[in-house]
């Protein structure tokens, strides 16, 4: 019987780089199959959730905020910011349009959890500046392949409290934004006392038990004013409802 054959060490590289090929390759697919083939948008009955909104960013370009308002949209979460360092463009501009039509403003923050807590509040209380809001702050905290994938979850979270702490110290109530994932994997345990604007495509009907007041329903609405795609949300609730969480809210930021 013949000596039984070694893989040489080109061997083994060689099937290591296949298979790195392959993780890639898988990877890729799961990333376009959730970016481009996946439901992005549900219909919500506007009768049962009389209450919608849009979310803007510089990316949405110029908007025209009388029109959405006349489109039947009543509030706006404007970016503000993401990070230590970066600042949205067109916020001002949006934020002085939005009020000027009428609508209930609020504004977001893109978290990155590579960044302290500290860091990202200063950068968010620098940008909104004191300016007047109707809907609490908001911090969007989601995965993604650009986001820290590395940080560990706890340390994560203590940066998010981190900033909790500061916004509310300065008078600010504040509202988690995530999706299902980002619910169990940051909220459900150690954020459920702020307000949750939920993103998912699903019905509002279809999640009784989910704790959030506004959801995020489609990536793909056509609203008047806006050019191209914009987010769609509601409210869930009735519009007496909406009225007495918006004094809520002030209340709030009155103290």
Not at 95 to 116: I, P, Q, W
Request: hydrophobic residues 35%.
């Amino acid at each position: 019987m013949g000596k039984r054959q070694v893989p040489t060490r080109p061997d083994y590289i060689k099937w290591l780089l296949l298979l790195g090929v392959a993780v890639l390759v898988v990877l890729f697919g799961l990333y376009v199959g959730r970016r481009y083939i996946l439901p992005h948008s549900v219909n919500v009955d506007r009768y049962r959730y009389p209450i919608a909104g849009i979310d803007v960013s510089k990316h949405n370009g110029e908007i025209d905020f009388d029109q959405v308002s006349d489109d039947n949209y009543q509030f706006v979460f404007i970016k503000a910011s993401e990070g230590k360092t970066y600042q949205d463009d067109a916020f001002e501009r949006n934020y002085a349009g939005a009020r000027n039509a009428g609508l209930k403003v609020g504004a977001y923050h893109f978290f990155r959890k590579n960044r302290s807590g500290k860091e990202q509040a200063d950068n968010f209380l620098n940008v909104i500046k004191g300016k007047p809001m109707d809907l609490p702050l908001v911090i969007d905290l989601e995965d993604d392949w650009g986001n820290g994938v590395n940080i560990d979850r706890k340390l994560a979270l203590e940066r998010v409290l981190d900033m909790i702490n500061i916004l509310n110290d300065k008078g600010y109530p504040v509202m988690i934004y995530t999706n299902l994932d980002g619910y169990g994997k940051y909220y459900k345990d150690m954020l459920g006392d702020h307000d949750l604007w939920l993103c998912s495509f699903t019905s509002p009907d279809l999640l009784p038990e989910m704790p959030h007041c506004i959801q995020q329903f489609s990536h793909e609405g056509n609203v008047a004013g806006v050019k191209g795609d914009v987010d769609l949300n509601v409210f869930r609730g009735t519009k007496k409802e909406w009225n007495r969480y918006l004094d809520d809210v002030q209340k709030q930021l009155s103290h």
